[in-house]
């Protein structure tokens, strides 16, 4: 307990008070803005920036659509040389997610553009599968942005197959550099900035952390 | 194929070389960085800002962990009047994940701080004791950020408590408004920025996508 000088007391009750008043109204706003945000359907979301946390969250999205029942659907771009923790764990259940790896790690490592384009392509394919099931509730498209980036994929033909899917299923899109006309059709977007970096600290990349 | 006037052919070969050899001096760059961070330590990882990811991310983290073979200790801050996603699919493991939920909603739906800070203390106690634990590979305490910047919770004993962890065990620390001291002792840090958000069109907060 602390009273002031000018004699108004600053108990703990009163910050228990004014607490209260501030989150009724705090209450109030969200209720409202909830009140107002009632269309239900199918979300293209994307996770952009240089940031961590792009994947993390496509997996994160994936496990919360299990949890509901939902079934899910995993194509990852460019990554897939090495095995991730989170393709070790989601395999294990594979009445709920179909997962696959376009295998050939990042296109520093291959330095084929030929070969990267045809991987690139047979991926999508797979993913266009996922965008023709509607039993498929989420579409996990890890570093798709990439392959976008660097035009291994046509943008408007992955759009096209983007709004012709299924009114319900939602799609999660990661990567960094996503192209403005994807940002344009999404509903929404995130971009994740970097703060730091343990990397820059001299630590490595650790298994449960970055794979 | 393309000629260009100056006689220069612009043909794929020519893409693909130019692709080859950026790629290639890409590859060394990323190789030396590689190189250069090879310490192994349990990290602090931050996720904050506005923007969607921040506790999917953590729950990406928690299955990459899981995948690996670690077990995972969560505590959710905050969120857990509701049963979500990730929570109804995590419990399915209840040999490699350990769930703590406060249990209680957000602040602004209580409304009662004595109670709020209660609750804090009591999800802290547990978060506690997974700091203790080094069978524990990974932590993630999902919206501690909204307890500390309401003084639910004091940061420099959180910040003791992180620190005092198990050398080799990572952290996952969750939610907006991350206090400067925190972020002083974490290793990575993200901010989540909005980009556009489906709410703001009208879109309801959505099973698989938000919770």
């Not at 291959?110 to 509607?134: C, H, M, V, Y």
């Amino acid at each position: 307990m602390n009273d002031d000088i000018k004699g108004t007391t600053n108990s703990d009750q009163d910050i228990n008070d004014r607490h209260r008043v501030r989150m009724a109204r705090k209450k109030e706003v969200v209720d409202a803005k909830i009140k107002d945000a009632q269309r239900v359907t199918g979300v293209i979301v994307i996770n952009t920036g240089n940031g961590k946390g792009k994947s993390s969250s496509g997996f994160g999205m994936a496990i919360r659509a299990m949890g509901h029942g939902m079934k899910v659907g995993i194509v990852q771009f460019i990554k897939g040389a090495m095995s991730t923790g989170e393709e070790q764990f989601l395999r294990r259940f594979p009445d709920e997610v179909s997962f696959h790896a376009m295998g050939e790690g990042y296109t520093w490592e291959t330095q084929n553009r030929e070969r990267d384009i045809e991987k690139a392509e047979a991926a999508w394919a797979k993913g266009r599968q996922f965008l023709s099931d509607p039993t498929i509730g989420l579409v996990v498209f890890d570093e798709l942005n990439i392959a976008l980036k660097y035009h291994y994929l046509d943008v408007q033909k992955v759009i096209a197959d983007l709004q012709a899917r299924p009114e319900m299923q939602h799609v999660v899109i990661t990567g960094r550099g996503a192209l403005p006309d994807l940002i344009e059709i999404a509903d929404t977007v995130t971009e994740m900035q970097v703060i730091k970096h343990a990397f820059k600290d001299g630590i490595a990349a650790q298994a449960g952390v970055e794979w």
